[in-house]
């Protein structure tokens, strides 16, 4: 595969979206193929699955339902989008991938890594992002940032802080873990600021 896949996480609100276009903005400049997409969802079989994930219904979603539904999108988001974009040398720009299983499902629910790297190695065999830019605040700067906004809170979004707080500390054990792949970035920074670091990852990897 000749493209780059890009990867941006970190908890609710931490400003993830504004980055990811800011970042395809700079590419797309720069004369580059860029497809910028997001999980759960990224395909239209993907984006129902989405929806039924993240609604607020009356039945409970049991831990290993919700970690199935994420994997079930994931499998269809990548044979279907994210593998033939690379393989056409584009750059991936994907809010969310398997990490944030990692970090949702495994430090906010308690699901096993091992359950995790399982249905990884089903879903997307040897399909690792190039980079995955973690954008990283403290649970109270992001949630308050989240929750200015206008549109009400899904399922998830609708979890207490200390839960958050499990999975923040979930993604700061993977970039101790992955170094080399995962770069943290202090997103408490006004908007320009936090661009200007995510860009020099870019850049180190061609952009
Ligand atoms: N989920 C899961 O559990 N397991 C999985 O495997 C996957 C996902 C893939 C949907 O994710 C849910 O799915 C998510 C995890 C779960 N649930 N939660 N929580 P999503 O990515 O679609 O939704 P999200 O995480 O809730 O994203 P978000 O709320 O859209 O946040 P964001 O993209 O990080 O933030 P933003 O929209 O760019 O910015 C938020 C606000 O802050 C906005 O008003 C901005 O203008 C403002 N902002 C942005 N940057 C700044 C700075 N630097 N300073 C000040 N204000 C800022």
């Not at 997409?37 to 409970?60: Q, Y």
């Not at 992001?142 to 399922?155: E, F, I, P, T």
Request: net charge neutral; aromatic share 6%.
């Amino acid at each position: 595969m000749t493209g780059r896949f890009v990867t941006v996480e970190g908890i609710e609100g931490v400003g993830k979206s504004t980055q990811l276009e800011r970042l395809r903005a700079r590419l797309v400049e720069g004369g580059h193929e860029v497809v910028t997409t997001r999980e759960p969802g990224g395909t239209p079989l993907a984006e129902r699955i989405r929806a039924l994930v993240l609604e607020r219904g009356e039945e409970g979603v049991p831990p290993a339902a919700e970690l199935l539904l994420m994997f079930a999108a994931r499998a269809v988001h990548t044979a279907n989008r994210i593998r033939p974009a690379l393989e056409r040398g584009a750059w991936v720009l994907c809010d969310r991938y398997t990490d944030a299983t990692y970090a949702y499902q495994g430090g906010g629910r308690g699901v096993g890594d091992a359950s995790i790297a399982a249905l990884a190695g089903l879903a997307h065999p040897g399909l690792q992002p190039d980079l995955t830019l973690l954008f990283d605040a403290p649970v109270g700067v992001a949630l308050a940032r989240a929750r200015g906004r206008a549109q009400a809170a899904d399922r998830i979004e609708s979890e207490t802080s200390i839960f958050f707080e499990r999975v923040r500390a979930k993604y700061l054990e993977i970039a101790r873990r992955d170094p080399d792949r995962v770069r943290v970035i202090d997103a408490t920074r006004d908007t320009d600021a936090v661009e200007a670091a995510a860009w020099r990852h870019l850049a180190e990897l061609g952009a």
